[in-house]
């Protein structure tokens, strides 16, 4: 059950296999987990990550949510396909929003990206 109240049902394999957060909630556990602090949007595309392997996200504000996530889980390759996609993404319009979501989770490369951007 997510913060916004909105239930999605999974595969508890499939997140514990990917997440020894979920595997250690899900032993505690018996009933439904509730995830205070994540949206459904949210959730669905740490899912997508989880289900399909990869994601897309093209929204920044939804971005840092789905980092914020994929740090709160410890799912490594998320953080790592969500930091790619964020230096593909990074432009003019965008600098200062990753910018600050570099600073926000310690990424020095995307920070330098960002950087270059500015000084262009």
């Known amino acids: ?27 505690i556990e018996q009933q439904d987990s509730v995830l205070k602090d994540i949206s459904s949007a949210t959730m669905k595309e740490v899912l997508r990550y ?9 929204d920044v504000k939804l971005v840092t949510s789905v980092l914020h996530a994929a740090k709160t ?23 200062m929003d990753i910018l600050e979501i ?9 920070e330098k990206k960002c950087l270059l951007v500015i000084l262009k």
Do not use: T, W
């Open 1 to 27: 059950i997510c913060s916004d109240e909105v239930s999605i049902p999974v595969h508890r394999l499939f997140l514990a296999k990917k997440s020894r957060v979920f595997k250690e909630m899900f032993e």
């Open 102 to 110: 570099a600073d926000m989770f310690g990424q020095k490369e995307l």
């Open 73 to 95: 889980f410890e799912i490594v390759e998320l953080i790592n396909q969500c930091i790619d996609g964020l230096m593909e993404q990074v432009d003019k319009d965008n600098v």
């Open 50 to 58: 989880i289900y399909c392997g990869s994601v897309y996200i093209d």
